[in-house]
């Protein structure tokens, strides 16, 4: 008999509407707990779901959002990936509220929520990532190391098949958030804005005068007006690169020009690597708590 029920009433298929419902969960925690860091985990759901992401390798096609292996020992305890469980403990009691979606298209439909909610562009979302087991984990240092060059960077992101100009461009989330002396060692955030996505990250670095901090920490960048704010080394190759520059000066010229083509290269990094069933046309956009 219950096997008979089951059918007549079939598997339960999630619809535009359901997925919807997860954003407005996620959109109203993120409102609710706002005594977090500088008023909103925002930046550290993007961070998350960045991180999930950003380890994927073209060549093998391994790694990518899809799996949520950062779940597990190995990948979750990557240096790279320090105080990400913040990230990860938000989000489950939503995954608990909404069982029938993986942690993997929760990671990123969450990331997606975070920028819009932040002010941010709409980012397309379309299901399909499936959770995976530990076997899935990526090895150690496929995301980037603040402390090196542009040569590190164009083979961080060029092993995820990306090119210079979606490289500055996908830099651009440092507009929020900070970085946390007991996560990365670093300290401090990048912009006076960091609870919404602005192009203030190209215009702050552009314009600003930046110089060494003097502390017992990691090589970092403040700037010399109010030693307030900071800037990885790495972030600094974004001014320093002329190839670099010439994107970072469009951008910090053109808010439009840089929502356009950061939400361009945040979807291609959410996909990569994910065997979706479902067509490129068939993409999702999920209503903004304030639209
Ligand atoms: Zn970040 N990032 N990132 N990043 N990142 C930090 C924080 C945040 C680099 C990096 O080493 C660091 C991208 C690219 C790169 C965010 C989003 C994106 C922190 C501070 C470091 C050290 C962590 C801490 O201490 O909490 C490097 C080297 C990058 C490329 C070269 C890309 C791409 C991102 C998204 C598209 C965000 C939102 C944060 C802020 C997290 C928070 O908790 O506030």
Redesign the pocket.
């Known amino acids: 008999l219950f096997g008979q029920e089951a059918k007549a009433k079939g598997p339960f298929v999630p619809k535009y509407e359901d997925y919807q419902k997860v954003y407005d969960a996620v959109a109203k925690k993120l409102q609710d707990e706002d005594d977090y860091?500088?008023g909103s985990y925002g930046?550290?759901l993007?961070?998350l779901a960045?991180h999930a992401s950003?380890t994927y390798d073209a060549e093998t096609g391994t790694g990518g959002s899809n799996g949520a292996t950062m779940r597990f020992a190995p990948e979750g305890d990557h240096g790279?990936n320090?105080?990400l469980k913040?990230a990860r403990d938000f989000l489950e009691p939503i995954k608990e509220q909404f069982p029938w979606i993986s942690y993997s298209d929760l990671w990123i439909l969450s990331g997606i929520c975070a920028i819009q909610e932040m002010q941010g562009p709409k980012i397309p979302f379309r299901p399909g990532r499936t959770d995976r087991d530990v076997s899935f984990c990526t090895p150690d240092g496929r995301?980037?190391?603040?402390s090196?060059d542009r040569k590190h960077?164009r083979a961080?992101?060029g092993r995820m098949g990306f090119d210079d100009r979606e490289?500055v461009a996908?830099?651009g989330?440092?507009a929020?958030?900070?970085?946390?002396?007991d996560?990365?060692?670093?300290d401090g955030p990048w912009t006076f804005s960091?609870t919404t996505l602005t192009n203030d990250y190209y215009k702050l670095l552009l314009e600003e005068k930046w110089q060494w901090k003097k502390w017992n920490g990691p090589k970092q960048y403040e700037d010399v007006k109010t030693k307030s704010l900071m800037m990885?080394p790495?972030?600094m190759e974004i001014v320093k690169d002329k190839t670099f520059r010439k994107h970072a000066e469009r951008y910090a010229k053109d808010n439009d020009v840089f929502f356009k083509e950061f939400a361009d290269a945040?979807l291609k990094?959410f996909e990569l690597g994910v065997p979706f069933t479902v067509s490129e046309d068939q993409r999702w956009t999920f209503k903004s708590s304030f639209d």
């Open positions: 860091d500088d930046p550290v993007l961070r960045w950003g790279a320090a105080g913040a995301l980037p190391d603040a090196k960077i961080i992101f490289m996908l830099s989330a440092h929020l958030g900070r970085c946390h002396t996560r990365s060692g670093y960091p990885l790495t972030d945040v990094l």
